[in-house]
């Protein structure tokens, strides 16, 4: 069956694009469409091109390393091309309606493995380049970009064990951001994180930080930023595994 670029448009659910960070809405789910199109009418599986993600993501990640100014190019290029395909699989399994476990797991292993090494690798490009507040050479870059690699690769760690440990509940109910209430706290650190994280803002940055060599301002905000978010998840999901056990205990 070929598909056309209308019929892969329609495809994606409503709820599902309000849900994603305005860098999203606004170039990545549009120019997905286009690479939709031609993966799937050259025969591709969502499986493999979630695996050709984990490949470009990783080659941002020593492109940035390597810090070159054409590295650079390349690096930057290459992780919003991740992000693209991060959404072209997804694209894919809808059309095709094959969504299984496998899939999910192979798209989740793709943003692990770059959530793991980007930062690192932009410290290490700031480190090597220099930036606006500090000269090359300066380690506090490399120790920021780790730092902020651990938090947020900890904090969906978190997340993920709490989900597990929910879904063996006999009262599990599981959360739909769709009928969150728009004031919750739930709701408003959920947006902060697609805004302000690797799928919303993230994006434009390096290309600007790449334009004013200033990567080292960009290690230091995400290790604020991610700091902030495993100390954020790791207490709220503490209290809500304490008042599940005070409730079982009366």
């Known amino acids: 069956m070929k598909f056309t670029y209308q019929s892969i448009k329609e495809s994606l659910p409503v709820k599902k694009n309000s849900n994603s960070s305005w860098w999203v809405k606004l170039w990545v789910r549009k120019i997905s469409f286009l690479f939709t199109y031609i993966f799937m009418n050259l025969g591709f599986s969502p499986n493999a091109v979630s695996i050709v993600s984990i490949g470009v993501a990783l080659n941002s990640c020593i492109c940035f390393m390597i810090s070159s100014p054409i590295a650079i ?27 299984t476990i496998y899939g999910e797991f192979v798209d989740d292993i793709g943003g692990y493995y770059t959530v793991a090494f980007v930062y690192l690798a932009l410290g290490v490009c700031a480190y090597n380049c220099g930036g606006m507040l500090v000269d090359s ?4 870059m490399l120790v920021s970009g780790g730092i902020a690699s651990i ?53 434009p940055l390096t290309i600007l930080c790449g334009i004013f060599n200033s990567y080292d301002l960009m290690v230091g905000f995400y290790l604020i930023f991610n700091g902030i978010a495993l100390l954020s998840t790791t207490v709220i999901y503490i209290y809500k595994a304490d008042k599940y056990d005070r409730k079982e205990s009366i």
Not at 80 to 91: A, E, H, K, P, R
Not at 137 to 140: D, E, I, L, Q, R
Not at 174 to 183: A, F, I, L, S
């Open 137 to 140: 050479g300066n380690k506090w």
């Open 151 to 203: 938090c947020d690769i900890l904090a969906r760690l978190i997340n993920k064990d709490y989900v597990n440990f929910s879904k063996n509940r006999v009262d599990y109910v599981p959360d739909d951001y769709r009928t969150e209430k728009k004031k919750s706290l739930s709701y408003i650190r959920r947006r902060v994180g697609k805004e302000l994280g690797i799928s919303g803002v993230f994006m």
């Open 73 to 99: 190019v390349i690096a930057v290029i290459s992780i919003n091309f991740w992000l693209i395909l991060d959404c072209v699989d997804g694209n894919i399994a809808r059309c095709r309606k094959k969504k």
